[in-house]
């Protein structure tokens, strides 16, 4: 524990916050899986298999989310070069890394029984693949460096140049191939989804956001505390 | 060239920090033409830093610098036509002839009639024979002259020295030294730093000793080597 | 302006000026570059595919690998007593650079690609001599593409230890598009279809390069700026 005013505090009392946050949002995800499993119906076509979806498109829509928020902010780095940005950055990306390896393991579950492989190079699933092995690289590189300020600049420029790529990306593994299900969610008129299915899937897309959140402050503040703990120790 | 009368360099608060270390806290000096700086420090005291920021190849976090009255900056090109630089680095490719490095270096200051001011320059070096020689097959203090001869291709207004008697031989050193008074009858300024404060000594109008990113004096050369030797170590023990 | 396109010019002709004294960069390429050619004839099952049905597929990864061993080197040669401290000592803007670095690396991912070519049509007994304006212009555009990124990827990686490792795992992503586009137009130009059909693949490789080359131009002074 740190007294109030002392440099850590600001950064421990961050990450007390976000363990909070996750951790409602935790309880939440637990509600969830009760509704997801008991509460709404099973579909016809694709069986239970399609449960998987309350969690794999929240944590597709995370990923993409969290990573673009780590592109936007490392944008504002360069121009403002404040630390802080930095470490929101980093904090982002890694809690982005983890949203998008669990979009790729829950893709491959849903796969085998519906596309009755485990992977195909759909432009979505492709796409997330990419931007995993891209913020996995951007981890790596942060991991290389040692001057906190070279390691800020560095990696703010892999986050801007990975925030453009997504498009392209995207256009040309679209263009190569597509085989995912159409968006079918949220079209104006008549949502296909059964009432029940899309209020689930909602209120998953919302915990799951509050989760990234949580995760992202709480890490945030520890990245915070140990900057001030390496400053303090320098004098 | 010169825009304004007044002092050919002026730095003002200049502070540099990597990340949590702070290398230079506060620095301020002001060269009139003609004047040699000699800095001296202990390892470790910000005197590379000091030099790269005056060079205009980092920024400082606080303060500035001018040169001929402009502002130093990474954005501006032209603020860094008027400064030279002989590192401890020999800022030569290995894949380059000695011809070619110093054809290279006169190009990107606009040098004109670059090639035979570079042979010219190869020439007063002493290395007329070897200009088709890579580096790589020259002695250390050999590469050290040829580093200073680039580092003089464009007659930079102010010129920074980092040890820059490191490997020369006496005779070697003896030419930086008649060169350097040279220049500075022609009005130009230089900051030289050392931890070998004798070699530089004659050379100086005003000396300073830095430590731990600050000046510990900074003050116009007066008096003899000795007495100003025993009151710096003093200082820096204090 | 015209200096800096000057200064460019002189950074990219003395990276040229370098690799024809030593040479070694360039030979070791063009050999691996010859090798993954040997390797990907060798592997397949020569019963059941035919090597033109490789042969795009092993073009552009020969390309692309190969692309990688000079942007690895880029850098390094400016780091080895310090040269891009002169660099930034210049009286020249950090873009010209970043632009004579890419013109430099530019033009040996060029070379090494013109040499491997012909060996590739004899290796895979691929007709190229009817699409060579098209196989030129597709190169082009999509060596443009990630040469861009790799130059700016290549003067942050020098700086970290594994930077031969590091500059693939960061540079790879990077690389998805231009290939697939590539790959896509080579396919149709070798079943000799007509252009139209690739003009949109040629378009997106177009855009790719307009887009990463004015963004590294912006972003390349962070990298060199202390």
Redesign the interface.
């Known amino acids: 524990m740190t007294s109030p005013g002392h440099p850590l505090e600001p950064g421990s009392r961050l990450t007390r916050v976000g363990m909070r946050i996750a951790l409602v949002a935790l309880v939440a995800l637990a509600a969830i899986y009760y509704f997801a499993i008991w509460r709404t119906p099973t579909e016809a076509s694709q069986g239970f298999a399609q449960k998987i979806f309350y969690l794999h498109v929240p944590a597709a829509w995370n990923a993409l989310l969290v990573f673009s928020v780590v592109g936007i902010v490392s944008a504002l780095y ?1 121009w403002l070069k404040d630390a802080r940005l930095d470490h929101f950055a980093a904090a982002a990306a890694e809690v982005g890394v983890v949203f998008s390896a669990v979009m790729l393991t829950t893709g491959p579950l849903w796969g085998k029984p519906v596309w009755g492989a485990w992977w195909q190079w759909d432009a979505r699933l492709t796409l997330t693949l ?1 931007l995993f ?2 913020y ?3 981890l ?2 942060r991991s ?2 040692h001057d906190p ?2 390691r800020a ?2 990696s ?3 986050a ?3 925030l ?2 997504v498009p ?2 995207h ?3 679209y ?2 191939r597509t085989i995912h299900p159409l968006p079918v969610v949220l079209k104006p008129s008549a949502p296909s989804l059964p009432g029940s299915m899309l209020e689930v899937l909602l209120f998953s897309l919302a915990v799951h956001t509050l989760l990234a959140l949580g995760f992202i402050i709480a890490r945030y503040g520890l990245l915070r505390t140990e900057a001030a703990r390496i400053g303090e120790r320098n004098g | 060239m010169r825009p304004s009368e007044g002092p050919l360099l002026v730095a003002a608060g200049l502070s540099r920090s990597f990340g949590p270390l702070q290398a230079l806290r506060g620095v301020d000096l002001s060269l009139a033409e003609g004047e040699t700086l000699v800095v001296y420090g202990p390892n470790g005291a910000g005197k590379s830093t000091l030099l ?1 920021l005056l ?5 400082p976090t606080a303060g500035e610098i001018r040169v001929g009255g402009r502002l130093v900056r ?2 501006d ?5 008027g ?1 030279g ?1 002989v ?1 401890h ?9 000695l011809l ?1 490095n110093l054809l ?2 006169a ?4 040098v004109r009639d670059a090639a035979s001011v570079a042979s010219r320059a190869l020439e007063e070096a002493g290395l007329g024979a070897r200009v088709h020689e890579s ?1 790589r097959s020259l002695s250390r203090g050999l590469q050290q002259r040829v580093s200073i001869a ?1 580092a003089l291709l464009h007659d930079p207004l102010l010129l920074l020295l980092d040890e820059p008697f490191t490997g020369l031989d006496g005779a070697s050193a003896g030419r930086l030294r008649a060169s350097l008074a040279r220049r500075a009858g022609e009005g130009r300024a230089a900051v030289l730093v050392t931890h070998q404060l004798a070699e530089a000594w004659e050379l100086a109008t005003r000396v300073a000793v830095l430590s731990a990113g600050r000046w510990v004096l900074e003050e116009p050369r007066a008096g003899a080597y000795a007495a100003f030797a025993a009151r710096a170590e003093a200082l820096l023990h204090a | 302006m015209r ?1 800096a396109i ?2 460019a010019f ?1 950074i990219a002709g ?1 990276d040229l ?3 024809l ?2 040479r070694t960069a360039l030979v070791s390429a063009l050999v691996f570059a010859a090798l993954i050619l040997v390797v990907f004839s060798f592997s397949r099952d020569p019963a059941r595919l035919a090597p033109a049905d490789l042969a795009p597929s092993a073009l552009w990864i020969t390309f692309a690998f190969a692309a990688m061993t000079a942007l690895n080197r880029a850098f390094s ?1 400016e780091r ?4 891009l ?10 873009e010209s650079i970043y632009l004579g670095k890419l013109l430099g690396n530019l033009a040996f991912v060029f070379a090494i690609e013109a040499v491997t070519l012909p060996l590739f049509a004899v290796f895979f007994n691929a007709r190229i001599g009817a699409s060579l304006g098209g196989l030129a212009l597709t190169s082009v555009l999509a060596t443009t593409g990630f040469v861009a ?1 790799g130059t ?2 290549s003067a ?2 020098v ?4 930077a031969e490792l ?1 500059l693939p ?2 540079l ?3 690389m ?2 231009p290939l ?2 590539a790959v ?1 137009v080579t396919v149709r130009l070798f079943a000799d279809r007509p252009l139209s059909e690739v003009v ?2 040629l378009r ?1 490789l177009a855009v ?1 390069d307009v ?2 080359v004015t ?2 131009l912006v ?1 390349f ?3 060199v ?2």
Do not use: C, N
């Open positions: 360069l990419f092995f891209l996995v690289g951007y790596s590189l290389a460096l300020a070279e600049r560095f703010a420029v892999v801007i140049l990975g453009v790529l392209f990306v256009l040309s593994v263009l190569f | 790269r060079a205009g190849i980092m920024r990474p954005g090109p032209a603020s860094r036509r400064i630089l590192s680095h020999s800022f030569l490719y290995d894949d380059l002839s070619d290279f270096a190009r990107l200051y606009g580096p680039r | 200096d000057v200064a002189a003395k000026r370098a690799e004294r030593s040669v080895e007593h310090a040269a401290d002169a660099l930034l000592l210049a009286p020249i803007p950090r990124v700016v990827f942050m990686t700086r970290t230890r594994f590091m795992v960061l790879l992503p990077f998805i598009p697939i586009g896509q949109g693949w997106l790719y887009v990463f963004l590294s972003v002074p962070s990298v700026d202390e």
